[in-house]
């Protein structure tokens, strides 16, 4: 399998252990919690002291998991998954948990993150293990466990080391629960106390829909095995320079989630206001593109003192669909999800916030939309630097040729999505929102500077294509 055609998670995850709750239920509402980070497909494994049962499936977590299938997940412990594909892999099989024989007992594995040493895992596997059938590297890693003798805890600490990329990881057998992250933390994962249990999860807001206490952030190179009294933990391996991605503060976690300690949502509201500050604009109104550009478009209001309004309507209830839209709807896929408000939009002069542009395709689209609509002036204001360089470590970031600000620069991506003027949050500005030095964090889209190998013909691949230097 090559990194090429593995599918990239994009994912969250959950773990609980809490005898004599309704553990899949609270997995459930976690899981619910956790859905902006993929939703393609969802599971959750229950664990009594007999036995590990699985339900996944393609789909919302409301549409996988029914009350009457709900009540027949029951166990002392649980771990859930929310998954998010690019093309061709949107399988049922690689839907999460992957469950694997462990001897006579189970592993099941629910991962966020991407690795990148697939084919020594494999190789690993091979020699070890019962052959594969699905083709993450999700499934591998599940292999990889299940070939180590001794507890959960004891085989985590062993595969940790061959282990290579991001991962963020619970897993679970019939007797134990277990967390464990990357050296470099490049994806978040916490602990939170629950009244009578432990819990761990992708995301703070995850904690919160569930009733638990957020106790601590799993460290990067440690794993815990989680009990219904406590957490036990292990440094597995010397923690890395932490290096959480900075594109989950950015777009990817949801705004009430803590990063670090920090609110999202402050932090966005911070970048719209560095932006204001390091690119004003003369216009009449600023609006942020619903939902990920609406706390910078804040801050950017706030800091120029041009009034915040709303100038169009998301439509809450599109998601990634399995009913691809025709031809026709496809090339206006801008229209299925925001619909302009003309009476606010006609005649005035608008400073447009959103989070990101990647290919540029969102942001050609809904400049016209509000021209369409009567706009005097759009001023797109992007609350990140521009992304140039593909994330090879579970963000969807593609190769380099398809990245439009890797191919043209800034006053060609203006013109070529038709705005009137385009700037973009520089890296100190984006350091100064954070408040917290940008050392922390993993930012290979803007920069470039990859913190964990990658192997080197994929890298070629993506990389290819180099823009002209001249134009970079
Ligand atoms: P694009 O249309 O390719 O330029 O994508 C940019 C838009 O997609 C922005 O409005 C972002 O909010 C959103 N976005 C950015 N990164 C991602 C991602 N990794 N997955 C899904 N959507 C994204």
């Given at each position: 399998m090559?990194?090429?055609?593995?599918?990239?998670?994009?994912?969250?995850?959950?773990?609980?252990?809490?005898?004599?709750?309704?553990?899949?239920?609270?997995?459930?509402?976690?899981?619910?919690?956790?859905?902006?980070?993929?939703?393609?497909?969802?599971?959750?494994?229950?664990?009594?002291?007999?036995?590990?049962?699985?339900?996944?499936?393609?789909g919302?977590?409301?549409?996988?998991?029914?009350?009457?299938?709900?009540?027949?997940?029951?166990?002392?412990?649980?771990?859930?998954?929310v998954?998010?594909?690019?093309?061709?892999?949107?399988?049922?099989?690689?839907?999460?948990?992957?469950?694997?024989?462990r001897?006579?007992?189970?592993?099941?594995?629910a991962?966020?993150?991407?690795?990148?040493?697939?084919?020594?895992?494999?190789?690993?596997?091979?020699?070890?293990?019962?052959?594969?059938?699905?083709?993450?590297?999700?499934?591998?890693?599940?292999?990889?466990?299940?070939?180590?003798?001794?507890?959960?805890?004891?085989?985590?600490?062993?595969?940790?080391?061959?282990?290579?990329?991001?991962?963020?990881?619970?897993?679970?057998?019939?007797?134990?629960?277990?967390?464990?992250?990357?050296?470099?933390?490049?994806?978040?994962?916490?602990?939170g106390?629950?009244?009578?249990?432990?819990?761990?999860?992708?995301?703070?807001?995850?904690?919160?829909?569930?009733?638990?206490?957020f106790?601590?952030?799993v460290?990067?190179?440690?794993?815990?095995?989680?009990?219904?009294?406590?957490?036990?933990s292990?440094?597995?391996?010397?923690?890395?320079a932490?290096?959480?991605?900075?594109?989950?503060?950015?777009?990817?976690?949801?705004?009430d989630t803590?990063?670090?300690?920090?609110?999202?949502?402050l932090?966005?509201?911070?970048?719209?206001?560095?932006?204001?500050?390091?690119?004003?604009?003369?216009?009449?109104?600023?609006?942020?593109?619903?939902?990920?550009g609406?706390?910078?478009?804040?801050?950017?209001?706030?800091?120029?003192?041009?009034?915040?309004?709303?100038a169009v309507?998301?439509?809450?209830?599109?998601?990634?669909?399995?009913?691809?839209?025709?031809?026709?709807?496809?090339?206006?896929?801008?229209?299925?999800?925001?619909?302009?408000?003309?009476?606010?939009?006609?005649?005035?002069?608008?400073?447009?916030?959103?989070?990101s542009?990647?290919?540029?395709?969102t942001?050609?689209?809904?400049?016209?939309?509000?021209?369409?609509?009567?706009?005097?002036?759009?001023?797109?204001?992007?609350?990140?630097?521009?992304?140039?360089?593909?994330?090879f470590?579970?963000?969807?970031?593609p190769?380099?040729?398809?990245?439009?600000?890797?191919?043209?620069?800034?006053?060609?991506?203006?013109?070529?999505?038709?705005?009137?003027?385009l700037?973009y949050?520089?890296?100190?500005?984006?350091?100064?929102?954070?408040?917290?030095?940008?050392?922390?964090?993993?930012?290979?889209?803007?920069?470039?500077d990859?913190?964990?190998?990658v192997?080197?013909?994929?890298?070629?691949?993506?990389?290819?294509?180099?823009?002209?230097?001249?134009?970079?």
């Amino acid at each position: 399998m090559s990194l090429e055609d593995s599918p990239k998670e994009e994912c969250g995850v959950v773990g609980i252990v809490a005898p004599g709750r309704h553990v899949a239920r609270l997995a459930y509402f976690a899981l619910h919690a956790l859905q902006h980070r993929g939703q393609e497909s969802a599971g959750i494994a229950v664990a009594d002291a007999g036995h590990v049962m699985v339900q996944r499936d393609l789909g919302l977590v409301s549409t996988v998991f029914t009350e009457p299938g709900l009540r027949g997940l029951q166990g002392d412990s649980a771990i859930g998954h929310v998954r998010y594909s690019t093309t061709g892999g949107n399988r049922w099989e690689n839907a999460q948990p992957v469950v694997r024989n462990r001897g006579r007992a189970v592993v099941a594995v629910a991962h966020n993150g991407n690795l990148t040493n697939t084919e020594d895992l494999r190789s690993m596997v091979d020699t070890h293990g019962e052959p594969l059938l699905a083709t993450t590297d999700s499934e591998l890693m599940a292999a990889v466990l299940a070939a180590q003798e001794g507890s959960l805890l004891d085989a985590a600490c062993a595969v940790m080391p061959h282990l290579v990329g991001a991962y963020s990881v619970v897993c679970l057998t019939e007797t134990e629960t277990v967390a464990f992250r990357d050296p470099h933390g490049v994806r978040p994962l916490v602990i939170g106390r629950l009244e009578d249990g432990w819990c761990v999860a992708s995301e703070t807001c995850a904690l919160d829909q569930i009733g638990a206490a957020f106790e601590r952030e799993v460290r990067p190179g440690e794993a815990v095995r989680i009990t219904a009294t406590g957490v036990e933990s292990r440094q597995a391996l010397p923690p890395g320079a932490s290096r959480m991605c900075v594109f989950e503060n950015i777009y990817f976690a949801r705004p009430d989630t803590l990063l670090g300690g920090r609110n999202v949502w402050l932090q966005r509201q911070r970048m719209g206001a560095e932006l204001a500050r390091c690119a004003p604009a003369d216009a009449d109104l600023v609006v942020g593109l619903p939902d990920s550009g609406t706390p910078a478009a804040i801050g950017f209001a706030r800091e120029s003192g041009i009034p915040y309004g709303e100038a169009v309507v998301r439509n809450r209830y599109v998601g990634r669909s399995f009913i691809q839209p025709d031809q026709e709807l496809r090339r206006e896929g801008v229209k299925l999800k925001f619909n302009p408000l003309r009476e606010v939009i006609e005649g005035r002069r608008l400073v447009v916030v959103d989070d990101s542009i990647v290919r540029g395709t969102t942001t050609k689209q809904v400049v016209q939309l509000l021209r369409d609509a009567g706009a005097a002036e759009v001023h797109m204001r992007i609350s990140s630097p521009p992304v140039a360089w593909p994330c090879f470590y579970g963000i969807d970031m593609p190769d380099r040729a398809e990245l439009i600000a890797a191919q043209h620069p800034i006053d060609e991506v203006a013109d070529l999505t038709g705005c009137t003027s385009l700037a973009y949050l520089p890296l100190d500005a984006l350091q100064r929102a954070l408040e917290t030095p940008l050392e922390g964090f993993c930012h290979a889209c803007f920069s470039g500077d990859y913190p964990i190998p990658v192997p080197s013909g994929t890298r070629k691949l993506r990389l290819e294509r180099e823009p002209d230097p001249a134009r970079a």
